[in-house]
Antibody
Framework: QVQLLQSGGGVVQPGRSLRLSCAAS????????MHWVRQAPGKGLEWVAV????????YYADSVKGRFTISRDNSKSTMDLQMNSLRVEDTAVYYC???????????WGQGALVTVSS | DIVMTQTPLSSPVTLGQPASISCRSS???????????LSWLQQRPGQPPRLLIY???NRFSGVPDRFSGSGAGTDFTLKISRVEAEDVGLYYC?????????FGQGTKVEIK
């Protein structure tokens, strides 16, 4: 079965960096694009970034553009989100999600809490 | 960016009774390929979101048939025919017609 296992997360000071990872199993990872979506405490869902199945294209939300970098290693079935220059408003649970057929987010990781605080 | 607006934001429902959530987009979600990429997600308390409905009205694998979706263009609806206790949670519409993908604010379904 499809599984997305996330790691990383934690407490970090404003201006510092953090890296999240998402390890996939149960499907041909190199055949699917992947997304990051975040959810601030008590708030709704916000799309963060996407990477094409082969890494050829990447798009970011304006709120993270220039600070966050999405990447993937198809040989290891992993995807990462490098977060630099973190701000208090980046505090959220970050989810990785698979880009399924028909432009859906069909499987989600368990989430990783990132807290940006001094 | 496409703005997704859900109503109501809260829906207290009696067990066994129907529930309905509306989602309106600020522009048409019809893609150049002719498909309408509007999905619905369910998020139970403390859980990651789960895909329920895709392309307006298609139930994802394992989703009970009490969930149904309808609509076209800019107006969409998620209906639960008979609410069960396990349906409590937040429901989000999401558009994938263009980047950035955007979500509705979420509708909380709770039991009266």
């Amino acid at each position: 079965q499809v599984q997305l296992l996330q790691s990383g997360g934690g407490v970090v000071q404003p201006g510092r960096s953090l890296r999240l990872s998402c390890a996939a199993s149960g499907f041909a990872f190199g055949s699917n694009g992947m997304h990051w979506v975040r959810q601030a405490p008590g708030k709704g869902l916000e799309w963060v970034a996407v990477i094409w199945y082969d890494g050829s294209e990447k798009y970011y939300a304006d709120s993270v553009k220039g600070r966050f970098t999405i990447s993937r290693d198809n040989s290891k079935s992993t995807m990462d989100l490098q977060m630099n220059s973190l701000r208090v408003e980046d505090t959220a649970v970050y989810y990785c999600a698979r880009w399924g057929n028909d432009k859906v987010l069909d499987y989600w990781g368990q989430g990783a809490l990132v807290t940006v605080s001094s | 960016d496409i703005v997704m607006t859900q109503t109501p934001l809260s829906s207290p429902v009696t067990l066994g009774q129907p529930a309905s959530i509306s989602c309106r987009s600020s522009q048409s979600l019809v893609h150049s390929d002719g498909n309408t990429y509007l999905s619905w997600l369910q998020q139970r308390p403390g859980q990651p979101p789960r895909l329920l409905i895709y392309k307006i009205s298609n139930r994802f694998s394992g989703v009970p048939d009490r969930f149904s979706g309808s609509g076209a263009g800019t107006d969409f609806t998620l209906k639960i025919s008979r609410v069960e206790a396990e349906d409590v949670g937040l429901y989000y519409c999401v558009q994938a017609a263009q980047f950035p993908w955007t979500f509705g604010q979420g509708t909380k379904v709770e039991i009266k």
